[in-house]
């Protein structure tokens, strides 16, 4: 798996959680963000190249930061 193969599995992971821990499907995602949930599973499965607008968005519907989505790595 190559670097950017890894940063899109952990951030798909990473908002799967934040999105289970507030007890949200993917169609609520969908409906707050616009994202379909056919993306919104891709996305989680780390299937989807994103945009930078579109991590914010979903952070944003999840009232979580990005550094919440994705932590600095400590060194």
């Known amino acids: 798996m190559d670097?950017?193969?890894?940063?899109?599995?952990?951030?798909?992971?990473r908002i799967k959680a934040a999105?289970?821990?507030?007890?949200?499907?993917?169609?609520?995602?969908?409906?707050v963000t616009g994202i379909s949930n056919q993306d919104i599973s891709k996305i989680e499965k780390g299937r989807k190249d994103l945009h930078f607008t579109t991590v914010v968005r979903i952070a944003n519907a999840l009232g979580i930061t990005l550094n919440d989505l994705y932590p600095p790595e400590s060194k």
Do not use: P, V
């Open 19 to 31: 999105r289970k821990g507030q007890n949200l499907t993917q169609l609520d995602l969908e409906i």
């Open 3 to 13: 670097e950017k193969q890894l940063i899109l599995k952990r951030l798909g992971e």
